[in-house]
């Protein structure tokens, strides 16, 4: 198991996680205020589907990325990796937008399911709301698994891509059941785990990983001659800090290996991709902690209302 790809896995699943746990904590405990709790299954109906529908997503997408040749498998994992930064930095931003008003759109839709369409309605809320978080997981770890996979090529042959993917799925796995006895503690009414700084540092962290992805995804496109400019290297740390075997050995090769797993760490980046990974950071982590509105400062409290 590869620590580097376990830990970003682990990371992706249990913030993805905490979020759709938190929605059907908040589903599940209205429906029980309002007296209408023997619907749960209903709920569960949905959020059956919506997971099951998510992983077959992306078992789909992971697959069709090995199944091409080159260049078109550098340039359908460069797509992945692109579309998978761009899905975590959009969620990230709207998390940190509308966590206020989540639960009250949450209320509203399950009156309005249970007004109009009975209890069967309610199986078609509960897909629609998870079935974005799972799409969005979906991406963001096909993203992780494959970057870890054309990471680890250059160990055993034939072994390390395939351990690398392995290890972001157990992480991911592992994440979620963590999210999942979150959710049971939110339901339960524990709020002991404060959401708003849980989302802030594992917002922070997931900024760096999709910077990763990012920065990959240009690696793949300058190979492939995609990209023409900037190819040089910027720096070359492998024989201090290696990211892969044939440098420096010990644990200096596996702590490049595990910062190449988290946040797409390379010891001989090019200048384009050292450029894109900073500026991405930069940016993002510059409006993702900009202050807020105090109004939109105080309402940011609301999801440790809702557990």
């Known amino acids: 198991m590869e620590i580097g790809s376990f830990t970003s896995g682990l990371l992706t699943g249990l913030r ?3 979020e759709a746990a938190l929605i059907v904590s908040i589903v599940l405990a209205y429906l029980v205020r309002t007296g209408n709790g023997a619907a749960a299954p209903r709920i569960w109906l949905g959020v ?3 997971l099951a529908a998510s992983l077959a997503f992306g078992v789909v997408i992971f697959a069709t990325v090995r199944e091409f040749q080159a260049p078109y498998e550098q340039l359908f994992e460069a797509t992945t990796l692109i579309v998978a930064a761009a899905v975590v930095t959009w969620m990230l931003f709207w998390m ?3 966590a206020a008003s989540v639960k009250g759109e ?9 007004t109009r369409g009975g209890t069967s309605a309610l199986s078609a809320l509960a897909f629609v709301a998870i079935i974005r978080e799972g799409i969005e997981t979906s991406l963001f770890l096909v993203g992780q698994a494959s970057a870890a996979s054309t990471g680890s090529e250059a ?8 351990a690398g993917a392995a290890s972001v799925l157990l992480g991911a796995l592992v994440g979620l059941a963590i999210a999942a006895g979150l959710g049971y503690g939110f339901y339960r009414g524990t709020r002991r785990i404060n959401l708003a700084r849980f989302f802030r540092w594992t917002g922070i962290a997931l900024v760096f990983i999709a910077a990763g992805l990012l920065s990959h995804a240009v690696h793949e496109l300058i190979e492939v001659g995609a990209i023409g400019f900037g190819t040089q290297t910027a720096f070359d740390l492998s024989a201090i800090l290696p990211h892969e075997a044939g440098g420096a050995g010990g644990p200096a090769l596996l702590l490049g290996q595990m910062l190449a797993a988290l946040f797409g760490y390379t010891s001989t980046p090019e200048i384009t991709t050292l450029v894109v990974y900073v500026a991405y950071v930069v940016t993002v982590l510059a409006l993702y902690l900009r202050p807020m509105a105090p109004a939109a400062a105080a309402a940011r409290r609301a999801p440790n209302a809702a557990a």
């Open 16 to 18: 993805e996680g905490v």
């Open 155 to 162: 160990g055993a042959a034939g072994t390390g891509s395939e």
């Open 48 to 50: 059956g589907l919506a």
């Open 96 to 98: 940190r937008r509308s």
């Open 106 to 114: 949450l209320q509203a839709a399950i009156d309005r399911a249970l």
